[in-house]
């Protein structure tokens, strides 16, 4: 039992679409931090959890994202092509697993060991995903394909190699406006001010 279970009592869940993925209504009592109790309603969408992994060579400083259209970004007023570390959903695969699986797929880099950085619930008001961050080491050794996701789920993906302190400016430019990406980019910049600090 979560340390919150008591503070919640569910009354009703309506699922209002479930298509792709779910979302749904649930109605709940809230018991309030002064010991009253509140009705409250909220929706979630639910595509379950994700992972993410930025390839970075600390040798060349350089980083492998990939641009990708994104229709959600599309219709609120941006051109659309995301720059982003590649990433993908569970589907129940374990984390670490998956990143690996995925990470080929998109960028054509086969990863054997990826390190864990962080765990972050990306829009906790209306998202329940919770996404696993990683950070891997690669060459051009690593390369066995040329990326690109699946076509047939639609996935048409470019695979960018860039130096990370030009991906570091293009967070300042608004040409990367990813949050999972401007986060693993911070992470990594943040190890090399620590390494040459040291
Ligand atoms: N038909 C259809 N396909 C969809 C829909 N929504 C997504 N897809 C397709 O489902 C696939 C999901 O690809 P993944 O690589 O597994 O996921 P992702 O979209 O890259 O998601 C990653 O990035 C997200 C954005 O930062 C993260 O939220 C997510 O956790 C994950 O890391 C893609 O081919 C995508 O086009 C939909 O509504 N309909
Ligand atoms: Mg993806």
Redesign the pocket.
């Known amino acids: 039992m979560s340390a919150t279970e008591h503070r919640v009592n569910i009354i009703e869940t309506r699922v209002l679409s479930d298509?792709?993925?779910t979302l749904k209504k649930t109605t709940f009592d809230y018991l309030r931090r002064d010991n009253t109790w509140q009705r409250q309603s909220r929706e979630t969408y639910d595509?379950g959890?994700?992972?993410?992994i930025l390839l970075f060579n600390r040798e060349r400083q350089t980083v492998v994202l990939t641009r990708q259209f994104r229709f959600p970004a599309f219709v609120n007023n941006h051109h659309g092509m995301l720059i982003?570390t590649a990433?993908?959903?569970l589907d129940h695969a374990s984390p670490e697993e998956r990143i690996r699986a995925?990470v080929e797929e998109?960028t054509g880099y086969r990863i054997q060991h990826v390190e864990k950085v962080f765990e972050a619930f990306?829009s906790p008001g209306s998202v329940t995903?919770k996404?696993f961050f990683f950070i891997a080491d690669y060459d051009d050794s690593l390369k066995t394909g040329k990326g690109g996701?699946?076509e047939d789920?639609?996935?048409d993906i470019e695979v960018l190699e860039l130096p990370l302190d030009k991906a570091l400016e293009m967070i300042r430019t608004g040409e990367i406006v990813?949050?999972?990406t401007i986060m693993l980019l911070q992470h990594a910049a943040l190890r090399v001010a620590t390494v040459s600090a040291a």
């Open positions: 298509d792709w993925y595509r959890n994700g992972a993410t982003e990433a993908g959903l995925e998109e990306m995903e996404l996701g699946l789920e639609g996935e990813d949050g999972k």
